[in-house]
């Protein structure tokens, strides 16, 4: 029985740096499995393109590298061979894919031009390969991505993030104390509340303008990083954001080089702020999240796409990267702290909407998901004559049983709206307080909105509508309720917009209950 899983493709690897340099990624990848068994983990590697190797584990091969339906299927397969209690994905998205759902707030050309939202999801879930981000809402994989970079032919940059993966070590839980917080100036109110939540104070915020992203030695140096920043599509930046929608660079790739230290936990809400992009064909520099590895950095938390969240208050993107650090302070592998951060962003909330579904599905860990940043003080002991490898492992054990039977409970009974309906009919009721919602939001009353059904909540009926189980008035809940969600995003005009201005669109959603909008919330894009 194996511990860790590492996968990865050796067609791809050989295409992209040659015999000489695969050979030099394999070296590094077994440093890393003989690390790995010091460290009491049972560590495997599987080319999930080895036709040999995936018949001796009953899978079946990748025979297209960029297939993530192969690719889904393979990982699926040697998952359930194995057994394992962590997965690493190992290369970029030209090595192993990343799954390609739809985004369903997709709203071409501007507003949310992604038709997919990409990520690693799926990987994470037990169900097989799908389109639809509502099939993975039960995770229950422990799931970590350690990327080298798209487009390359040296393989430095990947023996670099093998060699300290293999050499990391725990810090104490009081290194994790400090941190660095840097926001828009206009979502200040957003991200102090985010800080305060993780850390119990927002003192260290750091805000853009007027802070460029030439930030301090002495601002970079804590090992924890909270960043919610405007980011962009291949954009080796983030961006701050002031009253008068000025978009100052408020952190780059470029200037973070060797001031990022190692151990450095990360997340960040911006959009695309976790996106692998092909850096070596487009001439730039690498994407942030992956100079923060090649930096010594355990782990990056970021999203592929547009991500969003309230201005003033927390949820979507806020959550779900809060809930990561939160459980790395609790002494969490980085792969535990993902899959713990997921599971939580489900159970929050009573439904899925469209916007918790693209949340689920954008954000990925970068890094290897067995390192555990913080080590935190047990008052477990070990008795004399077990072996800590074996007690290590049976905790590790225990707690992966916990999840799997939390996220097979999720999967059950958590309801989640459905793809987009075309042109869905509504009442005059819901017409107006529509109208209502968009005009306030900055939308314009004539903003046109899509409407999504919930479906699922019921073990045995995913697709049945939601019910409200309460009574009301003292008679028994015989009908459901029908519920469904109205999304609008578009961008407000302003006058100092520029093309080069980040994407900064507004969503407005509405939750609508047996024919009434009964709730509303609106979003902005990071």
């Not at 031009?113 to 097989?128: I, Q, R, V």
């Not at 990947?158 to 206009?186: I, N």
């Not at 470029?254 to 151990?263: D, K, Q, V």
């Not at 990925?364 to 074996?390: E, F, I, K, W």
Request: charged share 20%; glycine share 8%; proline share 7%.
């Amino acid at each position: 029985m194996d511990d860790k899983l590492i996968v990865s493709n050796r067609r791809a690897l050989k295409s992209k740096y040659g015999a000489g340099g695969f050979a030099k990624v394999l070296g590094a990848v077994r440093a890393l499995i003989a690390a790995d068994k010091q460290r009491g983990i049972r560590s495997r590697l599987v080319f999930i393109d080895d036709a040999a190797a995936m018949k001796k584990l009953k899978a079946p091969p990748v025979t297209v590298a960029s297939s993530p339906r192969q690719a889904k299927a393979a990982i699926d397969a040697v998952f359930r061979a194995t057994d394992p209690e962590y997965l690493m994905i190992l290369g970029s998205p030209d090595v192993v894919p990343q799954q390609d759902l739809i985004n369903p707030l997709y709203s071409p050309p501007d507003d949310d031009p992604d038709a997919c939202a990409w990520g690693d999801l799926p990987y994470a879930c037990e169900a097989g390969y799908s389109r639809d981000v509502s099939a993975f809402k039960g995770p229950t994989r422990v799931v970590g991505r350690l990327p080298d970079l798209a487009g390359a032919r040296d393989p430095s940059y990947l023996l670099g993030v093998l060699d300290r993966a293999a050499r990391y070590q725990p810090r104490d839980v009081a290194d994790y104390g400090a941190y660095f917080g840097l926001s828009t100036r206009t979502w200040r109110e957003s991200t102090a509340l985010s800080l305060f939540n993780i850390f119990g104070n927002s003192k260290e915020l750091t805000l853009s303008p007027p802070a460029s992203a030439k930030n301090s030695d002495a601002r970079l140096a804590p090992l924890m990083h909270f960043i919610n920043c405007h980011g962009g599509q291949a954009d080796p930046q983030f961006y701050g954001e002031d009253a008068k929608h000025h978009f100052p660079v408020s952190l780059s790739s470029t200037a973070i080089a060797g001031r990022i230290h190692p151990g450095t936990v990360a997340a960040a809400e911006c959009c695309y702020g976790g996106e692998m992009y092909d850096s070596v064909t487009l001439g730039l520099p690498m994407p942030i999240g992956q100079h923060y590895l090649a930096q010594g950095a355990f782990a990056f938390v970021g999203s592929s796409t547009i991500a969003y969240g309230p201005a003033d208050s927390n949820g979507a993107a806020d959550l779900l990267t809060q809930y990561f650090l939160l459980a790395v302070l609790e002494g969490a592998s980085t792969g535990r702290a993902m899959l713990m951060a997921r599971q939580r962003f489900v159970q929050q909330t009573a439904e899925l909407d469209p916007m918790d579904l693209k949340t689920l599905a954008q954000f990925s860990l970068l890094g290897d998901p067995a390192v555990h940043p913080a080590r935190v003080p047990n008052a477990t002991v070990v008795p004399r004559g077990v072996a800590s490898s074996d007690a290590l492992r049976l905790q590790r054990r225990e707690r992966r049983a916990k999840l799997r039977a939390a996220g097979d409970f999720l999967e059950a009974t958590k309801p989640a709206t459905s793809l987009p309906q075309v042109d869905a009919p509504c009442s005059a009721q819901v017409r107006q307080a529509l109208a209502r919602i968009a005009q306030s939001a900055g939308l314009g009353a004539n903003q046109a909105f899509v409407s999504y059904v919930v479906q699922g909540g019921a073990v045995g009926a995913s697709a049945a509508p939601v019910a409200s189980s309460r009574t009301l008035r003292g008679k028994a809940p015989a009908a459901t309720m029908p519920t469904r969600y109205h999304v609008a995003i578009a961008t407000p005009s302003r006058p100092t917009r520029t093309a080069a201005a980040p994407h900064s669109a507004v969503a407005a959603v509405a939750r609508e209950v047996d024919g009434r909008i009964v709730a509303y919330r609106v979003y902005v894009q990071r």
